[in-house]
Each structure stands twice: as structure tokens, then as C-alpha cells.
């Protein structure tokens, strides 16, 4: 059996096309932090996602960075995670290690889609993405 290798460089350039749209329109993943969690915010409001968090001044310098989004609090899409596309489950997980973080004092790494927000201009960037970090 004889390939075709015209047929099956073009297939492999439709895919890596395909690829490069999907990643395209998921926005570009900015890292936040190191950083403290200085407030916590839970409100039935669906504009904020109803959990955010205040960072200190140095998570409020990275947020500046980042077009279009609130220079102060992050949401963590806890009321409509499926919208914003997380589980639930992932948005609760962020949320607890948020938490964590606010009662012992501790730093985090932050990862936002810069597509994600909740809120008008300038909206609530939307946590991806939570570590924590040893003190």
C-alpha cells in the first residue's frame, strides 16, 4: 500500500489550523502574583460572579496589565461557572484555595483569561487557575 503524503500533509495543515482558532479564541492566559488575598467577597450580585477577592498592591499592579479588566478584585465564577466555561466544581476548588489563602496569610499564584469577565468595562477578570504558594 502506497501513501499519499499530498493527502496527509493537508490534513495535518487543516488540523493545525483548526488548533491554532481553538487557542485563539480562548483569549491568552495572564499570570497573576505572586500575591495576597487581602479580602473576601461572597454576594448574591451574578455580576460579580458571586466570589471575589481583593488582591494586594502588587496583584492590583499585574491586574492593571491586563486590558479591560477591574484593577482591584478577581471574580472566581462561583454562581455561573458553566458560562464562563468551568465546572462548578473547579470554581468551588479555586474558591476554597482563595479562602485558604486569605486565613493563613499565604501567597498565590493567579491564571486569567483575558476574555473572561464578569461585569461591564472595566469587568472582573475570572480566576482559572489558583496555587498556592509556601510561605
Not at 22 to 30: I, K, L, P, V, Y
Not at 52 to 60: E, F, I, N, Y
Request: net charge neutral; with cysteine.
Amino acid at each position: 500500500m502506497r501513501l499519499n503524503y499530498k493527502n496527509i500533509f493537508r490534513g495535518i495543515a487543516v488540523f493545525g489550523a483548526l488548533l491554532c482558532l481553538t487557542f485563539e479564541s480562548q483569549g491568552a492566559a495572564r499570570v497573576v502574583g505572586p500575591a495576597k488575598i487581602t479580602r473576601l467577597l461572597t454576594t448574591d450580585n451574578i455580576n460579580f460572579g458571586n466570589c471575589m477577592a481583593l488582591l494586594d498592591g502588587t496583584g492590583q499592579a499585574a491586574l492593571q496589565a491586563i486590558s479591560g479588566c477591574n484593577d482591584q478584585f478577581v471574580s472566581f465564577g462561583c454562581a455561573a461557572a458553566d458560562e464562563i466555561g468551568l465546572s462548578r466544581s473547579e470554581a468551588q476548588a479555586h474558591w476554597a484555595a482563595a479562602q485558604l489563602a486569605f486565613v493563613t496569610g499565604g501567597r498565590v499564584r493567579l491564571v486569567i483569561q483575558d476574555n473572561l469577565r464578569y461585569g461591564q468595562n472595566p469587568g472582573y477578570c475570572v480566576v482559572t487557575e489558583i496555587q498556592n504558594l509556601p510561605n
